[in-house]
């Protein structure tokens, strides 16, 4: 049982190995996209961008087929220290600074009226914002987003099973530096590199469990989500309320309980489109679009669904930008549209030319239905009704308005749904393979959002043109007091199902006894029957072990596979096919039901048990 208590520790070591070399990138990716951002808005910022930006990097790596634990960490090693010379280098003469660097000196006092009076407004208004931050409810806000890391913390494995296959995908990455079946099978998976990659750096760097790490990663990374919206949202003076608004959805919070963390991790980039898209064309800047694309390229490395998501805020900015009369923000705009135009057909490109002719068979897929309808009722319910509200009391502002059309195409995407089951029009089977239970993962952060802008009563907004004189009805005092307890016993209330559920072990993929029997499998060679369900696939085989079940996650391509023959030679004792590949050992779970088969076979016999799981030898002359 050592393997398995080992998974009980917190593994704390294991987050500081990502925080460590992500928060000087960060922290000067937030110094550039917001150059008024002070300490506490940066330190909000900082781990969000700077996980996006590691995983974009890692991705990146794997994907030019160059990625190891070295490459990983010299690249990173460089990263740090171009974020170190971007804070750091200043000309002496103040014409030759960037525009964020005149930002940030006019936010400490240096007056640059002269040079752009514009600067000097905006500078003026981030002073009122900060002025106005209530920092008891963002002291608050911080401890409600520290709940994401409860989970890790008090358990040794997630719940849900798609964590199975991203800790199959992380091994691989950290043995095999590529996603190549495992065991005894050939062929290789299809899937965003950036999440399983960054995993099996840190299983490979510090000896952990790939689950482990793939439970950790995820966990982490809805944390520094939550900061990072905090502080993107702090800049129009809402970042308290995010949070608070957050707590009135199960969307993401439920995709992280079902272990679907690639998804959750690339709403990170809508951490860097709030941050520069919720504001007037005319004050979005060239560094401001460099860091959209990037944003867009390591989202894309993530996950699609964010990359998405994130396409659609571009275009709503764009949409309304295009309504300004004036000639210089039009320009901008058409900058922005070539911009949003060459990713869009990039993305195009590589969905028609690489995944789509892969798809020709698939049909178009809704397990749960319409995404649009009852599921997106289901897990953004009050969410939703405050976001209407909002959104009607928000609808003559500029802030308003772009969120409300963002909101509007996620819902109009969702239609992909109601085709379920058209077939050989390879194009839409990957869109709703790409958009699979987006009612959990699409619709949260846009109507937080807008909640929060509504919710803040010192929010920063842009009302539309000819309505500078109007603003919005905000809620009571009492009102918003009532709205912010009612999170907090949200809290309390989720706080304690996990507290609850951490002892239910059935709710696990696999049982305590599934992974301490593996230990067994140390000095053992050759093929390793194991059951082709979440139990069976062994992510931590040792050298030399060659499994036969392999998980089906994203485009899996397979040239043989040896499952479907292994079984077939245990239910008729085919001795041959046991002699010829050398398969000597089986592996099964009290989960399962081949233990039943192997325990009345005569040529079989038990080797190690551990509650109900089974290491199993061959004995090929019978017992």
Same mark, same amino acid.
């Given at each position: 049982?050592?393997? /398995?208590?080992?998974?009980?520790? @917190?593994?704390?070591?294991?987050?500081?190995?990502? =925080?460590?070399?992500?928060?000087?990138?960060?922290?000067?990716?937030?110094?550039?996209?917001?150059?008024? #951002?002070?300490?506490?808005?940066?330190?909000?910022?900082?781990?969000?961008?700077?996980?996006?930006?590691?995983?974009?990097?890692?991705?990146?790596?794997?994907?030019?087929? *160059?990625?190891?634990?070295? %490459?990983?960490?010299?690249?990173?090693?460089?990263?740090?220290?171009?974020? +170190?010379?971007?804070?750091?280098?200043?000309?002496?003469?103040?014409?030759?600074?960037?525009?964020?660097?005149?930002?940030? !000196?006019?936010?400490?006092?240096?007056?640059?009226?002269?040079?752009?009076?514009?600067?000097?407004?905006?500078?003026?208004?981030?002073?009122? =914002? &900060?002025?106005?931050?209530?920092?008891?409810?963002?002291?608050?806000?911080?401890?409600?987003?520290?709940? !994401?890391?409860?989970?890790?913390?008090?358990?040794?494995?997630?719940?849900?099973? $798609? /964590?199975?296959?991203?800790?199959?995908?992380?091994?691989?990455?950290?043995?095999?530096?590529?996603? %190549?079946?495992?065991?005894?099978?050939?062929?290789?998976?299809?899937?965003?590199?950036?999440?399983?990659?960054?995993?099996?750096?840190?299983?490979?760097?510090?000896?952990?469990?790939?689950?482990?790490?793939?439970?950790?990663?995820?966990?982490?990374?809805?944390?520094?989500?939550?900061?990072?919206?905090?502080?993107?949202?702090?800049?129009?003076?809402?970042?308290?309320?995010?949070?608070?608004?957050?707590?009135?959805?199960?969307?993401?919070?439920?995709?992280?309980?079902?272990?679907?963390?690639?998804?959750?991790?690339?709403?990170?980039?809508?951490?860097?489109?709030?941050?520069?898209?919720?504001?007037?064309?005319?004050?979005?800047?060239?560094?401001?679009?460099?860091?959209?694309?990037?944003? =867009?390229?390591?989202?894309?490395?993530?996950?699609?669904?964010?990359?998405?998501?994130?396409?659609?805020?571009?275009?709503?900015?764009?949409?309304?930008?295009?309504?300004?009369?004036?000639?210089?923000?039009?320009?901008?705009?058409?900058?922005?549209?070539?911009?949003?135009?060459?990713?869009?057909?990039?993305?195009?490109?590589?969905?028609?030319? =690489?995944?789509?002719?892969?798809?020709?068979?698939?049909?178009?897929?809704?397990?749960?239905?319409?995404?649009?309808? &009852?599921?997106?009722?289901? +897990?953004?319910?009050?969410?939703?009704?405050?976001?209407?509200?909002?959104?009607?009391?928000?609808?003559?502002?500029?802030?308003?308005? *772009?969120?409300?059309?963002?909101?509007?195409?996620?819902?109009?995407?969702?239609?992909?749904?109601?085709?379920?089951?058209?077939?050989?029009?390879?194009?839409?089977?990957?869109?709703?393979?790409?958009?699979? #239970?987006? !009612?959990?993962?699409?619709?949260?952060?846009?109507?937080?959002?807008?909640?929060?802008?509504? /919710?803040?009563?010192?929010?920063?907004?842009?009302?539309?043109?000819?309505?500078?004189?109007?603003?919005?009805?905000?809620?009571?005092?009492?009102?918003?007091?009532?709205?912010?307890?009612?999170?907090?016993?949200?809290?309390?209330?989720?706080?304690?199902?996990?507290?609850?559920?951490?002892?239910?072990?059935?709710?696990?993929?696999?049982?305590?006894?599934?992974?301490?029997?593996?230990?067994?499998? $140390?000095? *053992?060679?050759?093929?390793?029957?194991?059951?082709?369900?979440?139990?069976? +696939?062994?992510?931590?085989?040792?050298?030399?072990?060659?499994?036969?079940?392999?998980?089906?996650?994203?485009?899996?391509? *397979?040239?043989?596979?040896?499952? @479907?023959?292994?079984?077939?030679?245990?239910?008729?004792?085919?001795?041959? +096919?046991?002699?010829?590949?050398?398969?000597?050992? !089986?592996? %099964?779970?009290?989960?399962?039901?081949?233990?039943?088969?192997?325990?009345?076979?005569?040529?079989?016999?038990?080797?190690?048990?551990?509650?109900?799981?089974?290491?199993? &030898?061959?004995?090929?002359?019978?017992?």
């Amino acid at each position: 049982m050592k393997a /398995w208590l080992a998974l009980e520790e @917190p593994m704390l070591g294991e987050l500081a190995l990502v =925080v460590a070399p992500s928060l000087l990138p960060g922290w000067a990716l937030a110094t550039v996209l917001d150059g008024s #951002s002070d300490r506490l808005r940066k330190g909000l910022l900082a781990p969000a961008l700077g996980l996006l930006l590691m995983f974009g990097v890692s991705g990146a790596l794997l994907a030019a087929n *160059i990625w190891s634990e070295w %490459t990983l960490v010299f690249a990173m090693v460089g990263v740090n220290v171009l974020a +170190y010379r971007t804070i750091n280098v200043r000309h002496q003469e103040v014409t030759k600074w960037t525009r964020w660097q005149r930002l940030e !000196a006019a936010m400490n006092g240096v007056d640059l009226e002269e040079i752009n009076p514009a600067l000097e407004l905006e500078a003026e208004q981030q002073r009122l =914002v &900060r002025s106005a931050r209530h920092l008891p409810l963002m002291a608050l806000s911080g401890l409600l987003a520290m709940l !994401a890391l409860i989970s890790p913390m008090m358990q040794s494995l997630p719940f849900g099973v $798609d /964590w199975v296959g991203f800790a199959m995908l992380a091994q691989q990455a950290a043995t095999a530096g590529e996603f %190549t079946l495992s065991g005894a099978n050939q062929g290789f998976w299809t899937y965003p590199p950036a999440f399983p990659s960054l995993a099996g750096w840190i299983s490979l760097t510090t000896s952990a469990d790939a689950g482990r790490a793939v439970f950790l990663l995820g966990h982490y990374s809805l944390f520094v989500l939550l900061l990072g919206l905090m502080g993107a949202m702090d800049r129009y003076g809402a970042g308290a309320q995010v949070m608070l608004a957050m707590g009135y959805s199960l969307a993401l919070f439920a995709k992280v309980f079902d272990s679907g963390y690639p998804s959750v991790a690339s709403q990170l980039g809508l951490v860097v489109g709030l941050l520069v898209l919720l504001r007037p064309s005319q004050d979005r800047h060239r560094h401001h679009t460099l860091g959209l694309v990037v944003a =867009v390229f390591c989202v894309a490395l993530v996950h699609p669904t964010g990359a998405m998501y994130l396409a659609l805020l571009m275009l709503s900015h764009l949409v309304h930008g295009l309504q300004v009369e004036d000639e210089d923000t039009r320009a901008l705009m058409r900058t922005m549209a070539y911009v949003v135009s060459g990713l869009v057909t990039l993305g195009m490109a590589v969905a028609l030319l =690489v995944f789509a002719p892969r798809l020709f068979d698939e049909a178009v897929f809704s397990e749960y239905g319409w995404q649009g309808g &009852r599921p997106m009722l289901v +897990y953004n319910g009050p969410l939703l009704v405050l976001g209407l509200w909002a959104g009607m009391a928000l609808r003559r502002t500029l802030e308003g308005r *772009i969120l409300i059309t963002w909101f509007a195409s996620l819902w109009v995407l969702s239609l992909v749904h109601l085709i379920e089951g058209l077939r050989y029009i390879p194009v839409l089977s990957l869109m709703s393979y790409t958009l699979y #239970s987006m !009612a959990l993962h699409a619709f949260h952060v846009p109507l937080a959002a807008l909640v929060a802008l509504w /919710w803040s009563p010192s929010g920063r907004l842009t009302p539309v043109e000819g309505l500078e004189d109007w603003s919005p009805f905000r809620p009571p005092p009492a009102l918003t007091a009532v709205m912010t307890v009612a999170v907090m016993v949200g809290a309390g209330a989720a706080g304690a199902v996990a507290l609850t559920l951490r002892s239910h072990e059935e709710l696990w993929a696999a049982s305590p006894g599934d992974l301490a029997v593996r230990e067994a499998l $140390d000095g *053992i060679e050759g093929v390793v029957f194991t059951e082709n369900m979440h139990w069976g +696939y062994v992510w931590n085989a040792p050298e030399g072990v060659l499994t036969t079940s392999i998980p089906s996650l994203g485009l899996v391509h *397979i040239d043989n596979s040896e499952h @479907p023959r292994a079984s077939l030679a245990i239910y008729y004792n085919n001795l041959t +096919y046991m002699r010829e590949t050398g398969m000597n050992h !089986a592996l %099964t779970s009290p989960l399962g039901s081949m233990q039943w088969e192997l325990a009345s076979s005569p040529y079989w016999e038990v080797l190690y048990t551990v509650d109900g799981a089974t290491l199993w &030898r061959h004995v090929p002359n019978g017992s």
